[in-house]
């Protein structure tokens, strides 16, 4: 597994990152205005995806396959952002202040 290295030298602390690769995709399928399909890329497993298109963007219900932050819903987002290029953001609530918070943000290039 690869590995870097990453050091403040002010304060002398130093710490190893271990980088992993890990399968991220939406397989999504669509049946007029509506889309449905697997996220696939969670800690949790597969999650069932579904949702409707506006504009550049496709807005989704995440359902996970296990309770993430306090239960199984979150939203992700998958927009255009290029020629080559898309977005994935996921949004949850967060359990302690309530509020919508990104919890990741892929972008995907094609090359």
Request: net charge positive; charged share 25%; glycine share 10%.
């Amino acid at each position: 597994m690869p590995r870097s290295r990453h050091c403040h030298n002010r304060l002398g602390n130093c710490y190893w990152r271990r980088s992993r690769t890990r399968e991220i995709r939406a397989d999504l399928t669509t049946s007029g205005a509506t889309y449905s399909g697997t996220y696939v890329g969670s800690k949790s497993g597969p999650a069932a995806l579904s949702g409707s298109r506006t504009g550049d963007a496709i807005n989704l219900d995440i359902r996970w396959a296990k309770i993430v932050n306090g239960d199984r819903d979150a939203q992700m987002t998958v927009e255009k952002i290029g020629a080559d290029a898309m977005r994935l953001t996921v949004t949850d609530i967060d359990p302690k202040t309530g509020k919508t918070v990104v919890t990741s943000r892929i972008d995907l290039n094609r090359t």
